[in-house]
DNA sequence: ATCGGGGCTTGATACTTGTCAAGTTCCGCG
DNA sequence: CGCGGAACTTGACAAGTATCAAGCCCCGAT
């Protein structure tokens, strides 16, 4: 019965939607009556490419979730501009700001064709204000993120370049069950970006790479022996496990 | 009453170091059993300069609060170290990690002779569990830091080096009421290593400073005129305001 | 199939930042 | 009071990284 009433309230959701953002760390733990309270407001919306959902220094009007597609968190400052993170489905960004009612520290765009699902920021405070298990799933998935960024601040910090994308390439590699080949998640220039370097650097250290058994073709890339790679990288739970 | 039973319980702790805390953002919108519940198994601990409270990959046993003093957290790689941030009272430091049950990211030790207030985590998670108000001021403390991380990522990826020391002068200007003289609240090598370079770079930057009216001796920063700095900072609240 | 554009690569060069070594200053301690 | 050590500064040099320019390659549009 909720489905059929969450579908007619909700433009362009589909019920595979609803259960996934349902499944999200952030919203799994709450009651149903707080959930469907929650995503009363909310609506679905498809956008094309390179579309820039949210802006650097303007106010928080909706909670994002990614459901298909890609989304790249991004920042600028006299005229530079830096990939901050890249955001897949199904998963939420800009809580902070929306649970603060700050201004976004931080801009979005699409990256493909992507649906997203628009939550009002209000009806997220004031639910949060009311639902004890909605608030205690925002406190873990803050704490998460916040030692998300502390591990990438670190990586900035401690390492140059070549040891940034060696331990980037060895994560990708963890990630997909250790198989010696997969592919970029996102193309070189953002990825350099993201890393902190330039498109030029980022294709001399991969080739600084080669010596450890590193090969690239176009977006594919294949790790001949991770142990000799995790030598150069010196990778460690505490910058590198997400999980951790 | 309270007081008196409190002090009897924490040993070195002093009426003002209770009220201090309760005073804290994270702790004074609760009700009072549940912050003398929270706080009955802590105690007050003073530590000489450069003692290592936490240390980075090791369990959280403790929240701690800085009373008096100052506390560096710092992170290391591969023989290489990094000031992340300074701690200054009163606050607390860590809170992520124990509210996760997660291991430290960093590192902490005291920079000179410190009073911590040390209460144990399992406590806090305890307590967050049961009490609904402090759970919100965890939100609120973690989105904090979580914006705090992110500003500082933005600095290091869109500045160079003279351009952060430049901003985090104007920041401390502004922090001690505008006025054209201010002291340094850290040793300059600390300093450096804050704002990701080397001690001689930052010697260096602060002479690049120099025709910006900024002028040094010892601990000791005039800022001749702050307008002309900023023309050179372009400080903007998306990185630089602390409150934002 | 061809054209055009954007992403990627490469080389040359310049700028930024780090390293090393030496010297100075400052401060605490005997 | 003077000694010792650490912090800071300075210069010379090396390493890391960015910029600029050119060419390649892939892919989508005509």
Redesign the pocket.
Known sequence: MILVKFRDRHPGMRSTDFHEIRALPLFREMGAEPFEALTRGGYVQTFPPQVELITEGEHSDFLHVVIEGSVELFAGWNG?ETTMSMVYPVSTFILAATIKDAPYLMSARTVERSRVVLIPSEDVRRIFEVDNDFARAVVAELAQCYRGVVKSAKDMKLR???ERLANYLLRQHLRNGGRPEFELRM????L?SFL????????????ALQPYGVT?D??RVRIADADDLAGLAKPTPLIDDPEH
């Open positions: 530079r140059n370049a070549v193309e070189k220039r953002r350099a902190g370097m330039t498109p030029e650097n980022m294709s001399r250290a991969l080739k690239v176009g977006q």
